[in-house]
């Protein structure tokens, strides 16, 4: 089991120790974008020195705020490290004298070369290859920000962190066994649907952002929106009727009466056959610390659904990321 | 013409001359949310001393973040005031010793009761009054926040807005001449619509989240999401084909380009009478400030397609308000 972050985070890292950092910009676009909500959610429960903000790669260079300048770091994420917006939204950060550090597969992309510091990561979903999720987006994240709360706010949750981490692939595993019969019964259900919506809170927010957006429109060219737990009440749920269909990720973070509010009015003005509920409370996190359950269930959510996402392709006769028509496929757009 | 801030804003500004603040969390739900997307953006252009969150009310007091404190400015907003969730936040953010203002219709409301200060405002959607926009939701929170500005900042921008505010309403005047006839236009081929997309950037993005979740959604049972046009290109694209409907806001801040480059890969790959596109350039907004053009761009926007919203309801026989089942009719959610 690790018990020290990677070489590449303590060198990210390092600077922290003569430059104070007040403010926290998480950038990047897409799916890569989604997991900064977890970032954000740690540091907000976490730090009084530290504020944050989630922005989209080119809205933050357009908008370029004013506070982006020496007390910054600016933390951006792109799989492949092409992504244009992202590689322009770091040069943009080091031009204001701010601290950048990509998240990347590949330390040799334009992204890594634009950003002060790079973290290495691994993924999957788009390699195929199987990975240890210790090894995610995600993880990485998390890592870089204890080490932040760490030099910035004197808590160390190193220790606890890396522990959870080791234990989270085990727990996905388990967990795909959980949802296993549960997703051969929902997809012939949803299979014919026009629309699916992904209701989360907290954390796994932006796990159903990603799911609705870059699974279920980009691959499957479902209508979908990611719906804020609380949010739902305020328009989003007139939609709901006996043919709507709605997934519920409820996780076990302090939003969790959020979810679960939605989760019993859907159950009561929707079909129980369209409402799709995975529950962290049906899992085996045991092996996780208690503090950071909350912030891997969004990884859980992911992968387990992503399962969920090849049956539905399957029986669409939709290939997933064949399927797409745009991206990858057309270029100078 | 106004030359001075209201006075219930000067008196909710007093505090900060012997408070330092350096925190604003923006906090509603639903759309009284939505036009915390200007306020912040509003805040990201202009204040080096102020970082700044939008959250859902609920969302809020669940994740309690660690920088709530004496430091922090809470501003909340609640049209009739009795949103259960923003008085709580209200509640929560007093208990933590932040500065509270609440905006409202109603002074006597539980949220103002909840709350150090409330500001009023009007409202025409829910009363059916006539109202000037200068005394709108979204004029109120930028008076207030220019107020903020000033007395954290020192950058005086008083003038400049209550000039702008004044000259808004005529300009939304004007705006319904220009679109009247594309609404007509276009009303007949979204009526049989199953979902519609509304695409904004930058403070036009809370105008396109309001429209898609608490009037297509809410009151005429779309399927429909916010899309923020950079986000667009990194999944929901993929749903576009001749057949999507897609609203696109396009306003004059820096963040335009986004919007545009959205708008032309709509209009190569969709169909021209399912992309109804409302551009500020076609308006006459040469009375307002072009500092502060961006900023008033949604109330033109929003209350231009609340007109285009009427059209779609008396096809579909579908009634605005009166057309929604849960919210206002059932209790006990």
């Given at each position: 089991?690790?018990?020290e972050?990677?070489?590449d985070?303590?060198a990210?890292?390092q600077?922290?120790?003569a430059?104070?950092i007040s403010?926290?910009?998480?950038?990047?676009?897409?799916?890569?974008?989604?997991?900064?909500q977890?970032?954000?959610?740690f540091?907000?429960r976490?730090?009084?020195?530290?504020?944050?903000?989630?922005?989209?790669?080119d809205?933050?260079?357009?908008?370029?705020?004013?506070?982006?300048?020496?007390?910054?770091?600016?933390i951006?994420?792109?799989?492949?490290g092409?992504?244009?917006?992202?590689?322009?939204a770091?040069?943009h950060?080091?031009?204001?004298?701010?601290?950048?550090?990509?998240m990347?597969?590949?330390p040799?992309?334009?992204?890594?070369?634009?950003?002060?510091f790079?973290v290495?990561?691994?993924?999957?979903?788009?390699?195929g290859?199987?990975?240890?999720?210790?090894?995610?987006?995600?993880?990485?994240l998390?890592?870089?920000?204890?080490?932040?709360?760490?030099?910035?706010?004197?808590?160390?949750?190193?220790?606890?962190?890396l522990?959870?981490l080791?234990a989270?692939q085990?727990?996905?595993?388990r967990?795909?066994?959980?949802?296993?019969?549960?997703?051969?019964?929902?997809?012939?259900?949803?299979?014919?649907?026009?629309a699916?919506?992904?209701?989360?809170?907290?954390?796994?927010?932006?796990?159903?952002?990603?799911?609705?957006?870059?699974?279920?429109m980009?691959?499957?060219w479902?209508?979908?929106?990611?719906?804020?737990?609380?949010?739902?009440?305020?328009?989003?749920?007139?939609?709901?009727?006996?043919?709507?269909?709605?997934?519920?990720?409820?996780g076990?973070?302090?939003?969790?009466?959020?979810a679960?509010r939605?989760?019993?009015?859907?159950l009561?003005?929707g079909?129980?056959?369209?409402?799709?509920?995975?529950?962290?409370?049906?899992l085996?996190?045991?092996?996780?610390?208690a503090?950071?359950?909350?912030?891997?269930e969004?990884?859980?959510?992911?992968d387990?659904?992503?399962?969920?996402?090849y049956?539905?392709a399957?029986?669409?006769?939709?290939?997933?990321?064949?399927?797409?028509?745009?991206?990858?496929?057309?270029?100078?757009?």
């Amino acid at each position: 089991m690790k018990t020290e972050l990677n070489r590449d985070i303590e060198a990210a890292l390092q600077p922290l120790s003569a430059r104070p950092i007040s403010h926290v910009f998480l950038v990047a676009c897409g799916g890569s974008l989604s997991i900064m909500q977890g970032g954000k959610y740690f540091i907000d429960r976490h730090s009084t020195k530290l504020s944050s903000d989630i922005f989209n790669a080119d809205d933050f260079v357009c908008r370029a705020p004013q506070r982006l300048g020496r007390n910054a770091l600016v933390i951006l994420c792109s799989q492949t490290g092409t992504t244009r917006e992202t590689a322009r939204a770091a040069q943009h950060a080091r031009e204001k004298g701010a601290l950048t550090v990509a998240m990347t597969l590949d330390p040799a992309s334009p992204l890594a070369k634009a950003s002060d510091f790079t973290v290495a990561y691994q993924a999957s979903y788009t390699t195929g290859i199987a990975i240890d999720a210790a090894d995610s987006n995600y993880a990485v994240l998390y890592m870089l920000l204890t080490g932040v709360l760490r030099a910035t706010d004197g808590i160390d949750l190193v220790a606890p962190v890396l522990t959870s981490l080791s234990a989270l692939q085990p727990a996905i595993d388990r967990a795909h066994q959980v949802f296993a019969d549960r997703f051969a019964d929902f997809a012939p259900h949803f299979k014919d649907k026009s629309a699916i919506y992904t209701l989360a809170s907290g954390p796994s927010y932006g796990a159903a952002y990603s799911f609705s957006t870059c699974v279920l429109m980009e691959m499957q060219w479902y209508d979908s929106q990611a719906v804020h737990a609380n949010e739902f009440f305020h328009g989003p749920f007139e939609v709901v009727d006996k043919n709507a269909a709605f997934i519920v990720l409820i996780g076990s973070d302090e939003t969790r009466r959020l979810a679960e509010r939605a989760r019993d009015f859907l159950l009561r003005y929707g079909a129980e056959s369209n409402i799709l509920i995975l529950d962290s409370a049906e899992l085996d996190l045991s092996a996780i610390d208690a503090r950071f359950r909350g912030y891997v269930e969004p990884l859980v959510f992911f992968d387990t659904l992503w399962k969920f996402a090849y049956r539905l392709a399957d029986l669409r006769r939709q290939p997933m990321l064949e399927g797409r028509r745009y991206m990858k496929k057309i270029s100078n757009y």
